[in-house]
């Protein structure tokens, strides 16, 4: 069992950046693929970017390519999400999952674990 724990959203104006961090609890993630998700009140679900756990190869949506960054820190057995120029259509809660396909586009229901989420509020 993989359990997850988000960290590092908050509120920030247009513009601004953002860190979130995805760590495990009881497991390492370096063998893990690990997705980052996000969903807005009354959206669905939307694949962020995604880190392959064979050769840490990356997705990112249209939306944010160019804007954010994944990565994993293997030492420390965690995923970052580094969110620059942010604007008010990131607002939403952001979740991590891991064990999943990078697949274009990023599906959430082919991910098996996922942490609680944390929100990223842009507004100014």
């Known amino acids: 069992q993989v359990q997850l724990v988000e960290s590092g959203g908050g509120s920030v104006q247009p513009g601004g950046s953002l860190r979130l961090s995805c760590a495990p609890s009881?497991?390492?993630?370096?063998?893990?693929?690990i997705g980052w998700f996000r969903q807005a009140p009354g959206k669905e679900r939307e694949g962020v970017a995604c880190i392959s756990s064979t050769d840490d190869s990356t997705y990112y949506a249209d939306s944010v390519k160019g804007r954010f960054a994944i990565s994993r820190d293997n030492a420390k057995s965690t995923v970052y999400l580094q969110m620059n120029s942010l604007n008010s259509e990131d607002t939403a809660v952001y979740y991590c999952a891991a064990d999943g396909i990078c697949d274009n586009p990023l599906r959430p229901y082919v991910f098996d674990y996922w942490g609680q989420g944390t929100q990223v509020t842009v507004s100014s």
């Open positions: 009881g497991v390492t993630l370096v063998y893990h693929t």
